[in-house]
């Protein structure tokens, strides 16, 4: 259970910046947000706040910001319509009521003869046994009713296709760029509750599976050299040590103001052949060594994901090294087990990787919409909307075909 709400709270987080990241530049640029979603399907939980619907739907699998102008209006109002209009003070249009109309008694009944709800925002019809031709003004945050749910309706320069492209690739953009963030604050965190390595070859915690404890070494000890070669970082230490699984070394150690030689033999991990003596670097706490240690490893663990998925695509990895939700979670149990800092920057590793994937220049991916937008920039027109909608239609589809194949080596691999 203790794994369940773990991955539930990860996953959760991630997508929770990712998507107000998209919200939040949306509503800078002035864009109509719908709808600011955690997960996909049924919903479980929602509450309007000014013009924004929050929801938290059933299958925890992703979430979405719904911009107006990115998809289809639902709620369309044509000429021969019979309408209701609820008018304020000023004979000004603030809700239009398409059906059940008679729960709003005191509605005008129009049979619309015109309607532009994107620019002018006006209504124009006739009332029943009336041959005079009446127009009103709409307000630009007045409502659709239809089924009695309220929708606010768009106008043009509350719509994502008005906005600048600069405006549009920053929303767009913005998600990604709060899993970066994200990853960055914990990685802050965890160095102020944690500590941050220092750079020298000095050993903090030492470990019980590890040679080095009965080599006779000692937390403080600071390493000098190794065989005779000088070793001025924790970096050039663990390269030495890594390099020499079970081969005897001669360490030269300063404890307390004395030098000593030790002899110390490393041990290789069964899985790698990498030698290991079952050692931490030694660690000092400060507001400014937590900060650089935030933005150093968040560009070391960007750059490492990175080069991973280069050797993906030259073929070094193959798709059955990849892991879906299913391999995730369990990677999480693993996690979760060794305690709440390892969690902690499991999680950051995850935001980054999220971050990274969603750049992608992939149809149905963020980095994919950007490229259009590029396209856009270069031609001075935007792609056709309906063949852009195909595109990103297609790279769904194919997304979700590789999430299925990746999703089922994960079942084999962890459960069968």
């Known amino acids: 259970m203790n794994t369940v709400i773990a991955f539930v709270i990860i996953f959760g987080a991630l997508v929770f910046f990712h998507e107000l990241g998209h919200l939040v530049f949306a509503k800078r640029a002035g864009m109509l947000c719908r709808e600011f979603a955690i997960g996909f399907g049924p919903k479980v939980f929602s509450f309007r706040w000014n013009e924004t619907l929050y929801t938290i739907r059933l299958l925890p699998l992703g979430g979405f910001v719904r911009v107006a102008g990115e998809d289809p209006e639902l709620v369309e109002v044509k000429p021969g319509y019979n309408v209701g209009l609820v008018l304020d003070s000023n004979d000004k249009v603030t809700k239009l009521i398409v059906n059940n109309k008679s729960k709003y008694p005191n509605a005008k009944i129009i049979e619309v003869e015109h309607i532009d709800l994107v620019h002018q925002l006006f209504i124009s019809g006739y009332e029943q046994d009336d041959e005079v031709l009446q127009t009103f003004k709409i307000d630009e945050r007045a409502m659709l009713v239809s089924d009695d749910q309220e929708t606010q309706i768009a106008p043009y320069n509350r719509q994502f296709a008005s906005k600048t492209v600069s405006q549009r690739a920053m ?246």
């Open 171 to 416: 929303q767009i953009f913005a998600g990604p760029m709060m899993n970066f963030v994200l990853a960055l604050v914990l990685f802050v965190i965890l160095g102020t509750l944690v500590g941050t390595p220092i750079k020298e070859p000095v050993l903090g915690e030492l470990t019980s599976d590890g040679s080095a404890i009965s080599s006779g070494l000692k937390q403080g000890d600071k390493v000098l050299s190794i065989d005779n070669q000088e070793v001025a970082t924790w970096d050039e230490m663990v390269q030495i040590i890594q390099q020499n699984g079970d081969q005897e070394l001669t360490f030269l150690v300063e404890r307390n103001g004395k030098q000593m030689n030790l002899d110390v033999t490393p041990k290789i991990r069964d899985n790698d052949g990498i030698g290991y003596i079952g050692v931490y670097p030694a660690v000092e706490k400060s507001i400014l060594g937590s900060v650089t240690f935030g933005f150093e490893q968040t560009y070391f663990w960007t750059k490492q994901i990175l080069v991973g998925l280069g050797q993906l695509v030259v073929g070094q990895f193959s798709i059955d090294d990849l892991s879906g939700p299913v391999g995730i979670y369990s990677l999480t149990d693993e996690v979760a087990q060794t305690g709440i800092y390892n969690l902690m920057r499991w999680a950051s590793l995850l935001s980054i990787n999220l971050g990274i994937v969603n750049l992608l220049p992939l149809p149905a991916l963020d980095g994919g919409r950007l490229i259009f937008i590029g396209i856009e920039a270069v031609r001075g027109k935007p792609v056709d909307p309906q063949k852009e909608g195909i595109v990103h239609f297609i790279g769904f589809a194919l997304l979700m075909l590789l999430m299925l194949v990746v999703t089922w080596n994960d079942i084999q691999r962890y459960f069968l």
